[in-house]
């Protein structure tokens, strides 16, 4: 598509619940970022996929969350049993891979009640 | 490790008036890039303008211009002729030169444009 496309848009999710967000990046683009922001606050890297390289998952807060991309292209990042402190807006970016021309998409906002 | 700061929570300024928001940077690496964006309400990521550190020219894009004091290590972003549709949340982010190229954010700046 035209742009990174994320969904939902929106996710209210009871405490204790599963959650999996859905990236759909740029056609070609090789690199894909997720990024967490609490409301008022910058971007949290989460994890990186680089083509069939391993992914660097650094940025991951606990072992509750994992993400996948398959194919190279569409990633899911999944929350499992999800605490209240995981409500932010989950962003997911792509790029050709060179370091430059990142592109987000709209991002996912998880309400978690 | 790369950090980026930006010490202004929040900023206003006149419509058409220019603005300076502020950004400092701490690395040990001699390449890297800079870079700004901007988030309107909407929540979209905007991208603005980049400087690469072995640029000798302050990056411009229109109305927006990026001072870089290398020295100081900042990297200020220049908004000029400010209009209602700048006031938004303003990120400055640091390229970082591991293998995965990921963006490092500041806190942002939130602008608010008054008329």
């Known amino acids: 598509g035209a742009g990174v496309s994320q969904s939902p848009s929106n996710k209210v999710t009871e405490k204790g619940k599963d959650v999996e967000l859905r990236c759909d990046p740029i056609s070609g683009h090789t690199a894909l970022y997720w990024y967490r922001q609490s409301l008022g606050q910058g971007l949290e890297f989460l994890i990186y996929?680089?083509?069939?390289?391993?992914?660097?998952k650094s940025g991951l807060p606990s072992d509750r969350f994992s993400a996948e991309r398959t194919g190279g292209s569409v990633s899911t990042l999944t929350i499992q049993r999800t605490q209240q402190e995981d409500s932010a807006v989950y962003l997911c970016a792509s790029s050709p891979g060179t370091g430059y021309g990142y592109t987000f998409g709209s991002g996912t906002r998880l309400t978690v009640v | 490790a790369q950090k980026i700061t930006q010490t202004q929570p929040g900023m206003f300024v006149q419509e058409k008036e220019a603005v300076t928001l502020d950004c400092t940077y701490d690395?040990?690496?001699?390449?890297?890039?800079l870079f700004w964006y901007k988030q309107p309400s909407s929540g979209e990521m905007i991208f603005l303008i980049y400087q690469g550190s072995y640029d000798e020219q302050n990056a411009t894009e229109g109305r927006y211009s990026l001072n870089f004091q290398k020295a100081r290590k900042s990297a200020n972003l220049v908004i000029s002729a400010s209009q209602l549709g700048d006031s938004a949340m303003y990120f400055c982010?640091?390229?970082?030169?591991?293998?995965?190229?990921?963006?490092?954010f500041g806190s942002g700046t939130r602008l608010l444009v008054r008329p």
């Open positions: 690395t040990s690496d001699q390449s890297y890039g």
């Open positions: 996929f680089q083509g069939n390289s391993a992914p660097d």
């Open positions: 982010a640091m390229r970082d030169w591991d293998s995965s190229y990921k963006l490092i």
